[in-house]
C-alpha cells in the first residue's frame, strides 16, 4: 500500500502537538489534523484561562486582606476594584500570548502539514479529511475530551456554562451555582468568589474526592472561611424564568443564581470519528489502549484525553513524547504512572503524586507508614504569613508510595518526590541536600530526614557512637 503521510496525528492540543512536532523533527512526513483552534482545551479553555483567571482574583484578594480597616503586615492596600471586561481581557491576553506556541505556522515550520478539518475514519489506516483521503502506517488519536453534562431535568433548555463558554462571559455572576467539586469546581469557585460573586458549590461526595482526605478538607475549609457555600447532594432538575436559575437539589434545597457553571468532568471526545471503520475499541471512559497507548489495532495509538486513563496536560504531553519516539524510532515506550503527579490550583494548592494515604493502605494495610510535616515549622510560610498546610510521605519500607503537598505554591515542590518515587533521587539523598534558606521547599528535606531518623539515630549507631566517644577518651 502507498501511503500519503509516515504518520497522521488527529487533534492539535498537547498531545497531538507534542506526537507530530516530535515525528516531524525526525524527518518523517506528518500530517497533523485539526478542525478548531490550534493548541486545544488546555489553552484555548482550560489551564492557561483558568489559571490567569485565578491570578487576577489573588490580586483582589490580597487588596481585600489587606485592606485600611485591616491593614496587613502593617500595610495598607485598598478595597479591591474588580473590573470583568478588564479581568476578561487578561485572560485573553494570556492565551494570545501563547498561542504562537501552538501556532499552525510553527508546526508548518516543524515539517508537518496542517489540516485544519474534521477527520473520520474509512479504513484501518484511512482517513476521510474534508473531501480528501490520506492513508499513514501510524496514526495517533489525540482529540481530547469535553465536558461532561450529567443528567439534570431541564438543563439542555437553559443557558448553562462549561470551561469552554465561562471564560467568554459578559458580566461578572451576581451568584454562580458550580455543579461539581472537583478542581475545575473548586478552582473557579473560590476565583470567582474573590474577584466578587456569591458562590454556591453542588456535588453528591466530598470536594476533591481523589485527592487525600486531610489535604482536601483543608482546601474546603478555605474556601468556606471565604465565603464559598457548599451543598452536598445531588443535582436534580433546573429551569430558568425573568434571569435567574433554580436549580433543585435532590432531597435538599432549591437554588436561585445567575449563572450555571457545569463541572462535572470530561468526557473522551470520539463521537464524529467513526471509530469502528479502523477497528478501534472504545467504552464509556473513552479508547481502549495498551500501556503503549496502543490501540485495538495496533498502527493506531490513543493519547491524551481521548483514551481511557488519567487526564492531564502534563499526561498529555508525556504520552506524545512517548508515542513520537516510538513511530519515529520504533523504541517501544511504556507509560509508567506510579509518580504521577497532580495539583489543583486553589488557595492553598493541593498537589499529589502517586498514592494517596487511603489508596496506599488499602492496598498494602499495616505495611504503610507516614511521614507529616506542617507548614507552622516552615521559617518562609511563617514570614510570609502563611502557615496553612502540610507534606505528607506514605512509604512502604523504604519505598514513597505516594506525597500530598497541601500549601501555598505546593504544585512547586512535587519535584523532587517524583524523582524520588522514580529511583533517579532517594529520600536520603533529599534529607541530606542543602537547601536554600528560608524557603517552603525546606520542608521537603525535613520529609524526608524524618522519614530516615530512626535508622540514622536508633540503637545501633547510637551504640557505634558510644564505642567511638569511649575510644576517644582512652587514646584521645
Not at 169 to 193: S, T, Y
Not at 468 to 476: D, E, L, S
Request: aromatic share 6%; with cysteine.
Amino acid at each position: 500500500m502507498k501511503y500519503s503521510h509516515d504518520a497522521i496525528v488527529i487533534g492539535a492540543g498537547s498531545a497531538g502537538l507534542t506526537a507530530a512536532g516530535g515525528i516531524a523533527m525526525f524527518g518523517r512526513r506528518v500530517a497533523l489534523i485539526e478542525a478548531g483552534e490550534m493548541g486545544g482545551e488546555c489553552l484555548n479553555t482550560g489551564c492557561v484561562p483558568s489559571k490567569a483567571l485565578i491570578a487576577a482574583a489573588s490580586r483582589a484578594h490580597e487588596g481585600r486582606r489587606g485592606n485600611a480597616d485591616a491593614p496587613r503586615f502593617g500595610v495598607a492596600l485598598g478595597e479591591p476594584q474588580v473590573d470583568w471586561r478588564g479581568v476578561r481581557e487578561h485572560v485573553h491576553e494570556a492565551i494570545a500570548t501563547i498561542a504562537p506556541h501552538d501556532s499552525q505556522e510553527r508546526f508548518e515550520n516543524l515539517g508537518c502539514e496542517v489540516l485544519r478539518e474534521a477527520a473520520r475514519f474509512t479504513g484501518r489506516r484511512r482517513l476521510l479529511v474534508g473531501n480528501r483521503e490520506i492513508t499513514a502506517p501510524r496514526i495517533v488519536i489525540a482529540t481530547g475530551s469535553k465536558p461532561f453534562l450529567p443528567p439534570i431535568e431541564g438543563l439542555k433548555d437553559v443557558p448553562f456554562l462549561t470551561n469552554e463558554n465561562l471564560f467568554g462571559i459578559d458580566e461578572l455572576p451576581n451568584h454562580l451555582i458550580i455543579v461539581g467539586a472537583g478542581a475545575i469546581g473548586m478552582e473557579m469557585a473560590q476565583a470567582f468568589r474573590r474577584l466578587g460573586s456569591e458562590v454556591t458549590v453542588v456535588d453528591p461526595g466530598d470536594p476533591m474526592a481523589h485527592d487525600d482526605r486531610d489535604a482536601a478538607a483543608l482546601v474546603a475549609g478555605a474556601l468556606k472561611a471565604e465565603g464559598v457555600r457548599f451543598i452536598r447532594g445531588e443535582a436534580a432538575s433546573v429551569s430558568r424564568r425573568a434571569g435567574v436559575t433554580r436549580l433543585t437539589v435532590k432531597d435538599g434545597p432549591e437554588l436561585e443564581g445567575s449563572h450555571l457553571l457545569v463541572a462535572a468532568g470530561r468526557t473522551a471526545n470520539i463521537g464524529s470519528l467513526e471509530l469502528e471503520q479502523a477497528g478501534v475499541e472504545f467504552g464509556k471512559d473513552g479508547i481502549v489502549t495498551d500501556s503503549r497507548r496502543r490501540t485495538s489495532n495496533r498502527a493506531i495509538y490513543a493519547i491524551g484525553d481521548c483514551r481511557a486513563g488519567p487526564r492531564f496536560t502534563h499526561v498529555s504531553g508525556y504520552e506524545g513524547s512517548n508515542v513520537a519516539l516510538e513511530i519515529a524510532l520504533g523504541v517501544p515506550a511504556k507509560v509508567n504512572y506510579a509518580a504521577l503527579p497532580w495539583c489543583t490550583y486553589t488557595s492553598p494548592e493541593c498537589a499529589q503524586a502517586g498514592m494517596t494515604e487511603a489508596k496506599a493502605r488499602e492496598k498494602h494495610g499495616d505495611a504503610v507508614s507516614v511521614v507529616r510535616e506542617d507548614f507552622d515549622h516552615n521559617d518562609r510560610a511563617v514570614t510570609e504569613g502563611d502557615e496553612r498546610g502540610f507534606l505528607k510521605v506514605v512509604m512502604k519500607g523504604r519505598k514513597v508510595l505516594g506525597v500530598t503537598i497541601v500549601g501555598r505554591n505546593a504544585g512547586e515542590l512535587l519535584l523532587p518526590w517524583t524523582q524520588v518515587m522514580t529511583g533517579k533521587s532517594s529520600t536520603f539523598a533529599l534529607g541530606s541536600a542543602i537547601i536554600a534558606y528560608p524557603t517552603r521547599s525546606e520542608i521537603a528535606k525535613a520529609a524526608a530526614f524524618s522519614a530516615w531518623e530512626p535508622a540514622v539515630f536508633g540503637a545501633a549507631p547510637r551504640k557505634w557512637s558510644a564505642l567511638v566517644a569511649k575510644t576517644r577518651r582512652i587514646w584521645g
